[in-house]
């Protein structure tokens, strides 16, 4: 067995890691649906380990191959790891107009990116977190690219760990195209915490 | 007679986590599916007095499950348990004959208070 392989998750804690996804998703998709005052389609979490030269083109499996915006966002605390908004579809001003803004409004398009990022990253990790009684902060966002191939996000150089938890959770609009992916990104290093947590967890239920 | 109770999950996590929030007390047999095609399959068989149905599951969701019962002419009493905690999710699973809705993460005390006021347990 190599080190690699002997840190992943186990069916178990990937099943639990899954299911705590899905209740910090269900928080981040009621908040933002809210605020657009519309109905927000979840996603099933897909969760997988990669090892890093593989993590670009998972981002394009998940995203598609079209261009996108993202803002990155990492956490901090008793797990750490870095959050990737993936926003794809949609038209130049849909998020505008569903943050309620008209086009007269000063916003740039890139803090209207960084405001609907940290709701959902907010959301979504604080919920996470909550459930697995750990404590986080989280880093002030910061826009990754725009309009940009979503191969080209993440440079696997960039990353300190060979290898990766992926975590991805989608958020979907009814009548409209745009798509916002909530990408989780944890460094082998932190498996073990995080094992750690799942099992008592697992333990409690 | 026992009460035929079919919990619905893609996540083994989720339907343990509900099975141990059901009241200890309760005459029931228990049965478990992880999507909603296997629901289908246990409903036709007949055998599922209350269902607790996850909403977000692949091959088929718990609204298909809900708008497929309300064909057939629904007679089991569905509870839908969901981390979809939008209030039009709610609205949507009761006018496609829900009973109620309980949020997860499920707990004994919220579980028994549904159980309750619908009359399922007394």
Known sequence: MTAETRTDLTEDQRDALQEIANIGMGQAGSLIGKIW?????????RIAHLDR???????T???GDHSVNAVRQAFHGSIRGEVVVVFSGGRDDELRELMGYEEAD??????????????????????????LK?????????????????????????????????????FTLEKKSLASHLVVLMPEDEFFVLGQALDTFLASI | ?????????????????LIRALPSDWDIEISQATNGIEALVAYRAGKVDVMFLDLTMPDMDGYQVLETLRKEDLNCLVIVVSA?????????VQNLGAIAFIRKPITAEGLAEVLKKYGIVV
């Open chain 1, 37 to 45: 005052g519309e109905f927000v389609n979840l996603s099933i979490p």
């Open chain 1, 53 to 59: 030269q593989s993590i670009p083109a998972a981002l």
């Open chain 1, 61 to 63: 499996r998940l995203v």
């Open chain 1, 106 to 131: 000063s916003v740039e398009e890139q803090e209207l990116l960084l405001d609907v990022a940290n709701i959902l990253v907010g959301a979504c990790l604080g919920g996470i977190a909550e459930t």
């Open chain 1, 134 to 170: 750990a404590e986080i902060g989280f880093s002030a966002p910061s826009v990754m690219g725009l309009d940009i191939s979503p191969a080209l996000l993440i440079r696997p150089d960039e990353l300190n760990s060979g290898r990766a938890l992926f975590l991805e959770v989608r």
């Open chain 2, 1 to 17: 007679m026992a009460v035929s109770v079919l919990v619905v999950d893609d996540s083994p996590i989720a339907r343990k986590m």
């Open chain 2, 84 to 92: 979809d905690i939008q209030e039009k999710a709610q609205e949507r």
